[in-house]
């Protein structure tokens, strides 16, 4: 009897350990549920908010076809994290509690789509419970649909934690067409009345998405990259930063039109100094890395070195980012407050700075950025509020210099020092020149 009693106890002990285990399972198996609380909240029914910054980043990625107006997510894993759950949903950028009608596709064995509060496949959830450290997926609105979006996500790292509200940078559609915000901000304002995608799109009398955008020069302050001196007369820059003011914030755009030669991870870089030389300054760096993933960041230069900063300093002086790659567009839009330390540095943008422009080759593994491969600057401080195109310091003739001078070295020194050493040994022999033979001196 004792025995049969230790035995059920044993069958009982045995039977409760492998339900837990089943049910650890099964709250990341099938996914996120889809009942009204999660899907409002995108809150896991278990586990702890960490308070902590995320070790999760999510990026858009957008086609450069014209017919394709979806949105590719990249949800990934950071600090050699992995994430065994996830749930995200785009949501309305002016109103983040409502969910923008559309559907995502492209799911695999580790992702699949939902609905929720009856709308179709409007959720994108994990598959399984299997550690992740990247997921990716497709979006794609109605056809017809008009706003700003942005996609929140929250992230199950283990079941006992979790982060929320990981969101990405906002997106613009109108009539079903991505567009960059300046556009949608036009359209806002004088939306076309004649109905149809094509007819509000020629409403919108803006620079073509696949173009860099000159005519903002006319009402901001342009500081542009290229091979010419004044590419912005000849409409040939590779890069055009432009500065307003708003509100006493400082509002900044980068956009850059990579050529066909330039390397696929590739960065540009926008830096403020008290001085005509760099060191010790503040610097915000556009990156894009293999992928076409594009995001905003700082940086500080130490002497020739950069070193990255936290994102935690980051979110204390940039007030608002946005980063995109778009038919070939590099966009990356940011504010900055307008005093603010960086680095026991005080700055304070009100006053006039030199300003100066680098891109270079991007390291994507480690995000280390190379020395620059092109650079210009302000001749003379300069006031964020101007408007117009600016007095620049142009570096390319020293690359041309530099260049001329190694070929005159290699096809002219080189040759000389061959000749010299194979047919001049004995010429002056005898003789010396600094306490060595006179061909040796002269090589």
């Not at 999510?58 to 017919?67: G, P």
């Not at 280390?368 to 007095?391: C, M, N, Q, V």
């Not at 010299?420 to 040994?425: I, N, T």
Request: net charge neutral; proline share 4%; hydrophobic share 35%.
């Amino acid at each position: 009897m004792p025995l049969a009693r230790f035995s059920r106890s044993m069958l009982i002990f045995v039977a409760s350990i492998v339900l837990s285990i089943i049910s650890r399972i099964d709250c990341y198996s099938s996914g996120a549920p889809s009942n009204r609380k999660v899907c409002t909240s995108l809150i896991p029914g278990h586990g702890s908010k960490q308070n902590s910054p995320p070790p999760y980043r999510l990026s858009l990625m957008f086609s450069n076809n014209d017919d394709d107006q979806s949105v590719r997510l990249n949800l990934i894993a950071t600090r050699s994290m992995t994430f065994a759950g996830f749930i995200v949903q785009a949501r309305d950028l002016d109103d983040s509690t409502r969910i923008i009608d559309g559907t995502f596709s492209e799911t695999s064995n580790q992702t699949e789509s939902k609905s929720c509060l009856s709308s179709n496949q409007n959720t994108w959830t994990h598959g399984n419970g299997e550690p992740k450290i990247r997921v990716t997926g497709r979006w794609t609105p109605l056809s017809d649909f008009t706003g700003g979006v942005i996609f929140f996500a929250t992230v199950v790292q283990v079941k006992q934690a979790y982060w929320d509200q990981i969101r990405s940078d906002p997106i613009y559609y109108v009539g079903g067409h991505i567009v960059d915000r300046d556009s949608f901000n036009k359209y806002q304002t004088n939306p076309s009345n004649s109905g149809g995608s094509s007819s509000i799109m020629s409403g919108l009398d803006s620079n073509p998405l696949n173009e860099l955008d000159y005519n903002q020069c006319k009402e901001k302050m342009c500081l542009a990259l290229g091979d010419e001196n004044n590419c912005l007369e000849g409409k040939s820059c590779q890069a055009i930063l432009s500065a307003s003011r708003e509100n006493e914030e400082n509002l900044f755009l980068i956009e850059a039109k990579p050529s066909d030669n330039s390397p696929k991870e590739i960065y540009y870089s926008m830096a403020f100094s008290d001085d005509d030389k760099m060191g010790d300054d503040f610097v915000v760096d556009c990156l894009m890395d293999s992928n076409g993933i594009v995001r905003v960041g700082l940086s500080q230069n130490k002497g020739k070195s950069n070193s990255p900063s936290s994102n935690d300093l980051a979110k204390s002086i940039l007030t608002q980012s946005s980063a995109q790659f778009v038919d070939g567009i590099l966009r990356c839009r940011f504010r900055l407050k307008p005093k603010f330390r960086f680095h026991n540095k005080h700055y304070d943008l009100q006053e006039k700075q030199f300003i100066f422009l680098a891109a270079g080759n991007l390291e994507n593994d480690r995000g280390f950025k190379h020395y620059h491969d092109w650079k210009t600057r302000t001749s003379e401080p300069i006031d964020l509020a101007s408007t117009g195109s600016i007095k620049i310091k142009n570096f390319s003739y020293l690359i041309h210099l530099h260049g001329s001078l190694m070929l005159i070295a290699w096809f002219g020194f080189v040759p000389t020092a061959m000749i010299l050493a194979r047919y001049f040994k004995t010429a002056w022999n005898g003789s010396l020149m600094c306490g060595v033979k006179v061909w040796f001196a002269y090589e």
